[in-house]
């Protein structure tokens, strides 16, 4: 057959360069960015199945070193996924006044779907969201120890939507 080997490796590429969709992806490995494109919130595995968390998330300031670490814990009644986003916090015997200096959010995680339903976000081996929206992000984020000089200084929205799908 004439071009066979040619029409494969064609057509292979041509399927690579697709974007990925959100239902494509799980959302252990879903990456969002806000609009302005400042911010990226990159879902990972949380790794262990014993793990009181149901999902665990970076966010990434563009043009900064600062990560800010985020986990989703069940609670509530009733139970609903609840996100709490930390800069550098410390480890081992804590108080929670060292926790709240440390937290830069702390409220409900939604999900929006294809369909623009929103709802409550899902477990990590879930089809990824559209959308993730944490409502109060930009506000909390500027009274936090997150923002100034060297951190970040722009404001983030608090809707992020679906970009890609880590390897």
Not at 1 to 24: E, Q
Not at 53 to 63: A, D, L
Not at 92 to 107: E, M, N, P, Y
Request: aromatic share 8%; with cysteine; proline share 8%.
């Amino acid at each position: 057959m004439p071009g066979g080997p040619a029409i494969f490796a064609f057509v292979a590429l041509a399927l690579a360069a697709l974007p990925v969709l959100a239902a494509d992806c799980k959302q252990a490995r879903a990456i969002y960015a806000d609009p302005a494109g400042g911010y990226e919130l990159r879902f990972e595995p949380v790794g262990s199945e014993a793990a009181v968390t149901s999902n665990h998330f970076k966010i990434r300031v563009e043009g900064t070193g600062l990560t800010l670490d985020g986990v989703v814990l069940p609670s509530g009644e009733p139970e609903r996924p609840n996100g709490i986003v930390m800069n550098n916090c410390p480890t081992g015997d804590v108080t929670g006044a060292d926790l709240a200096a440390c937290t830069v959010w702390q409220g409900p995680i939604y999900a929006v779907d294809s369909a623009g339903s929103i709802g409550l976000l899902q477990p990590e081996d879930a089809p990824a969201a559209r959308q993730i929206l944490l409502p109060n992000f930009g506000p909390s984020l500027r009274q936090s120890s997150a923002w100034g000089e060297g951190k970040a200084s722009s404001d983030s929205s608090d809707i992020f939507d679906f970009k890609g799908c880590a390897a």
